[in-house]
């Protein structure tokens, strides 16, 4: 009786024992409960789901289909390799929403375009689409709106804005002021660089803006 024992645990054992074999070299054989130790490999930007065993595969499957990837921690910086505008262009503006940042960056931000040409050509195309409504074709105040009498007493470019720093204007455009909204959400910094770029010209006077709206075409 005894020997039978032995014999019929020893066969147990060794049949336990070959289960664990395997010809897949890749195989680790039998495993007793390899999710307690053997973390699923995840990839980027894929949320894998539920556990199928415990819920149901179409759970599973929907969610392995959502998207994992989260919003950056605020400040995060885009990587733009080696090119400084890009990079430039890429920060955030540090100046706040409030009388003393408005001040603060009339004192101390300036635009990072070198090519001041360029950016005056292109900001008169961006001056005549996104401006002109309220501000007019030559920056004096007299758009369609103001024509119609919705808004009144916008100032002239050339006149009372003259001397209006470029870091002033960049402040009104990124939050706003007075009667102007934000246009963050419409301009792109390099786009409301461009801007002023060609305001620049019209703080200058008609005579020097039509001379350049000239050369333009």
Same mark, same amino acid.
């Given at each position: %009786?005894? &020997?039978?024992?032995? *014999?019929?645990?020893?066969?147990?054992?060794?049949?336990?024992?070959?289960?664990?074999?395997?010809?897949?070299?890749?195989?680790?054989?039998?495993?007793?409960?390899?999710?307690?130790?053997?973390? $699923?490999?995840?990839?980027?930007?894929?949320?894998?789901? %539920?556990?199928?065993?415990?819920?149901?595969?179409?759970?599973? +499957? @929907?969610?392995?289909?959502?998207?994992?990837?989260?919003?950056?921690?605020?400040?995060?910086? +885009?990587? $733009?390799?080696?090119?400084?505008?890009?990079?430039?262009?890429?920060?955030?503006?540090?100046?706040? /929403?409030?009388?003393?940042?408005?001040?603060?960056?009339? *004192? /101390?931000?300036?635009?990072?375009?070198?090519?001041?040409?360029?950016?005056?050509?292109?900001?008169? +195309?961006?001056?005549?689409?996104?401006?002109?409504?309220?501000?007019?074709?030559?920056?004096?105040?007299?758009? @369609?709106?103001?024509? /119609?009498?919705?808004?009144?007493?916008?100032?002239?470019?050339?006149?009372?804005?003259?001397?209006?720093?470029?870091? @002033?204007?960049? $402040?009104?455009?990124?939050?706003?002021?007075?009667?102007?909204?934000?246009?963050?959400?419409?301009?792109?910094?390099?786009?409301?660089?461009? &801007?002023?770029?060609? &305001?620049?010209?019209?703080?200058?006077?008609?005579?020097?803006?039509?001379? /350049?709206?000239?050369?333009? $075409?």
């Amino acid at each position: %009786m005894k &020997i039978s024992t032995f *014999l019929l645990s020893t066969s147990g054992f060794l049949a336990l024992m070959l289960s664990g074999c395997t010809t897949d070299p890749d195989s680790p054989g039998l495993e007793f409960m390899p999710d307690m130790y053997r973390s $699923h490999a995840v990839e980027a930007y894929v949320d894998y789901g %539920m556990d199928p065993y415990h819920f149901t595969e179409e759970t599973a +499957a @929907k969610q392995r289909n959502t998207s994992s990837a989260r919003k950056p921690v605020p400040g995060t910086i +885009a990587y $733009h390799g080696e090119d400084p505008l890009a990079r430039a262009l890429a920060m955030p503006y540090p100046f706040e /929403n409030t009388p003393e940042g408005y001040e603060e960056a009339g *004192l /101390n931000w300036h635009t990072p375009l070198a090519d001041q040409a360029a950016a005056e050509e292109a900001g008169a +195309a961006l001056f005549e689409m996104m401006c002109t409504h309220c501000h007019g074709e030559a920056g004096e105040g007299d758009g @369609k709106i103001t024509q /119609n009498g919705h808004i009144v007493g916008i100032k002239s470019y050339s006149g009372t804005l003259s001397t209006l720093p470029d870091g @002033k204007m960049y $402040h009104t455009m990124t939050y706003g002021k007075g009667l102007m909204g934000s246009h963050a959400s419409q301009l792109s910094p390099r786009q409301r660089w461009e &801007i002023i770029a060609y &305001i620049n010209v019209l703080q200058v006077g008609d005579d020097v803006a039509e001379d /350049n709206d000239e050369n333009t $075409h």
